[in-house]
């Protein structure tokens, strides 16, 4: 039975990952720090909750780290830990540098001297490219990150890559495109439209504020990246692979579809910060502009290009837009995530 330690285990891609491990046979242990939210709610949703073993696990933590590692001698680590919201890294960006890039370091240095033929895969992210240097992106296409997030990432990327050549270590990076979900945080616009959308159809909100409506995300489904996650740790050879959709979508979109899954349709009135969504249904304004939720440095467009992950793994996204926001929209109505 192979071992495999998932870090990050109560966030969003851990639970859908840990479900595909364990049907392929695995053993799953799953890293929790101790301020988590212990009602591990997702790992319920996937039904793997009781057979996960629970491991003490903070990324900011040399010692605990390498008790851990030694003591499970795991074959596979999948580094999904981190601070994962582009927001806070903007208020908090020596934690978010601490947990992000150091602590892929450690983990790094710590296989390097204990168990040097373990399989790494490090959750790299689009949030890289930032102010792209060529769309669609690609493996090859230069970096430019525009948040701590992104900067961090980019450093955890770059020395996964430099273990693997230093050292011939099998470590792997996913330079993953957005993906959501019923399972994403509701501080990600996906789940806050869809929360917001469901709630406002309830008679439970009266209206949705939301920051930058044109920015430009390349959004898939959570559920069938860890599919990809899973096959570019089966591959030969480590290696860095793009994993998106291929197509891109602007937050309004976003928004007007939401609306459309709730039988609804938004008209926008107004420029700018004084921009307005109506609702044809009620009348009432439904989405308002609110500045607190701009970003001192915007990332306006994503469109990743997975070819590579498509030759070379078979893997490709099969829920696009429309149907990812009905999923996500439907999910929250029948309190899916509550
Ligand atoms: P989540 O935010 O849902 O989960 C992050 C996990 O990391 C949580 O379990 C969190 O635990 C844990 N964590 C945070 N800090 C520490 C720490 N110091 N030590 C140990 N664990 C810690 O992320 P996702 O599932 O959405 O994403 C998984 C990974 O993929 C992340 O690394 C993210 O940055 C990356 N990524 C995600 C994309 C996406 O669109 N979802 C796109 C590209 C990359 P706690 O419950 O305690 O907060
Ligand atoms: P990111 O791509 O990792 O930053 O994912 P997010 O879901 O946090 O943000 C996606 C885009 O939505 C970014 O361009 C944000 O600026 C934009 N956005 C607009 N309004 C909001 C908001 O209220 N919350 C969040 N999280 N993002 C917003």
Redesign the pocket.
């Known amino acids: 039975m192979k071992k495999a330690i998932i870090?990050?285990?109560?966030?969003?891609?851990?639970?859908y990952l840990s479900k595909l491990l364990l049907e392929k046979g695995y053993e799953v242990y799953g890293?929790?720090?101790r301020?988590?939210?212990r009602t591990y709610w997702?790992l319920k949703r996937t039904g793997v909750f009781d057979k996960i073993k629970l491991l003490d696990?903070?990324?900011?933590e040399y010692s605990n780290l390498f008790e851990t590692i030694k003591k499970i001698q795991p074959d596979e680590i999948y580094?999904?830990?981190?601070?994962?919201?582009v927001g806070t890294s903007f208020t908090q960006p020596i934690v978010t540098s601490?947990?992000?890039y150091n602590?892929v370091l450690r983990i790094l240095d710590i296989l390097k001297s204990v168990k040097p033929d373990t399989k790494f895969y490090q959750?790299?992210?689009?949030?890289m490219f930032g102010k792209v240097q060529e769309v669609p992106q690609n493996e090859k296409t230069p970096f430019y990150p525009r948040s701590p997030?992104g900067v961090a990432?980019l450093g955890a990327h770059w020395m996964t890559v430099n273990y693997r050549e230093s050292y011939k270590m099998f470590a792997t990076s996913?330079?993953?495109?957005?993906?959501?979900s019923p399972?994403?945080?509701e501080e990600?616009i996906t789940r806050k439209i869809s929360l917001a959308v469901s709630r406002i159809f309830k008679g439970e909100q009266e209206v949705l504020e939301i920051g930058n409506m044109d920015s430009k995300r390349d959004w898939g489904y959570?559920k069938e990246?860890v599919e990809g996650i899973y096959q570019i740790m089966q591959n030969p050879i480590p290696d860095t692979f793009v994993l998106a959709t291929g197509e891109t979508h602007t937050v309004r979109e976003f928004i007007e579809k939401a609306f459309i899954v709730v039988g609804d349709e938004i008209s926008w009135e107004g420029e700018k910060e004084k921009e307005v969504g109506k609702s044809k249904k009620s009348g009432k304004i439904v989405v308002r502009v609110n500045p607190e939720f701009f970003r001192p440095s915007e990332v306006n467009l994503l469109l990743g290009d997975p070819t590579k992950a498509e030759k070379e793994l078979g893997w490709k996204a099969k829920t696009k837009f429309e149907k990812l926001v009905e999923i996500m929209v439907k999910a929250d109505l029948d309190g899916f995530g509550a």
């Open positions: 870090t990050g285990i109560t966030g969003q891609d851990s639970a890293g929790v720090r301020g988590s939210d997702r696990f903070d990324l900011t580094n999904l830990a981190a601070q994962s919201f601490d947990i992000n602590g959750a790299s992210t689009s949030e997030y990432k996913g330079i993953l495109f957005n993906h959501e399972l994403r945080g990600f959570a990246y």
